[in-house]
């Protein structure tokens, strides 16, 4: 069984430096209880994997705040303004890349693929480099992407891409199972499963604790280590990006 009492419990093991996959697309399924049991427990100089960063406030947006955050490789900076100038004024390292790239080399973590090719990128900055990844306080780049390694597959030009694996990773489940089986619902399928699969050590916040059909199982039980259950008040916790009203 690998239920866990308490989201400090969980997180317990997340030390400073660590390299953390997190779950999530926009706010929908972000592992939010596990991040601000993170945040309490004053973990720092993180290196997070992720679509994006949450938002100014919510999400991992939390832990950018309270400057825990070191280095980020994700697809999308989103609504988070202190993201954006963290980066800009040379605070925070991002890695930037092609979302459906960045899905796939978290899933090849996982799957223990090294490395693959794709045509995402060629042509561009991601094949050639000098993307800045790190600015200085001035504004120039103290930090760039290196070039990749382009091989041709029947005359088209592919780039190399490495696998992901991290030390840890969050992810947030509609339902699972106290061996780890879970299921996502709608958009929180899009990166949380990929992600769990790149921890060396995944920790699953679900929202109801059940039994499951193996037919309806999304990922596996071989993924997960640790499985936090939410309360009710935590389960309908659910914020949305932007809220888009019209007359």
Not at 39 to 53: A, D, E, F, I, R
Not at 203 to 220: G, M, Q, S, T, Y
Not at 227 to 245: F, S
Request: with cysteine; proline share 5%.
């Amino acid at each position: 069984m690998k239920i866990v009492g308490t989201a400090a419990e969980a997180v317990a093991g997340i030390g400073d430096g660590a390299s953390l996959a997190v779950g999530g697309f926009g706010l929908a399924g972000v592992p939010a209880v596990l991040i601000k049991a993170l945040l309490g427990q004053g973990t720092s100089g993180l290196h997070v994997v992720s679509n994006n960063c949450g938002t100014d406030g919510h999400g991992l947006g939390e832990l950018l705040a309270a400057g825990r955050i070191s280095r980020v490789t994700g697809s999308y900076v989103g609504q988070n303004k202190e993201f954006a100038r963290q980066y800009l004024a040379g605070e925070l390292e991002v890695e930037l890349i092609p979302q459906g790239t960045l899905a796939e080399r978290l899933r090849a973590g996982g799957c223990g693929i090294p490395a693959f090719y794709t045509r995402a990128g060629v042509g561009t900055l991601v094949e050639e480099g000098g993307l800045p990844w790190r600015y200085r306080s001035d504004g120039s780049v103290a930090v760039a992407s290196p070039p990749k390694e382009v091989r041709e597959f029947d005359g088209v030009p592919y780039i190399l891409e490495h696998g992901i694996r991290t030390d840890f990773a969050l992810v947030r489940a509609a339902r699972g199972d106290i061996h780890g089986n879970l299921v996502f619902a709608k958009a929180a399928r899009n990166f949380n499963p990929p992600a769990a699969m790149a921890g060396r050590v995944t920790i699953a916040e679900v929202e109801e604790l059940c039994e499951l059909d193996p037919e309806e199982v999304h990922l596996p039980g071989v993924f997960v280590q640790k499985v936090l259950a939410l309360d009710p008040g935590q389960a309908a916790d659910k914020p949305i990006e932007r809220r888009t009203v019209r007359s």
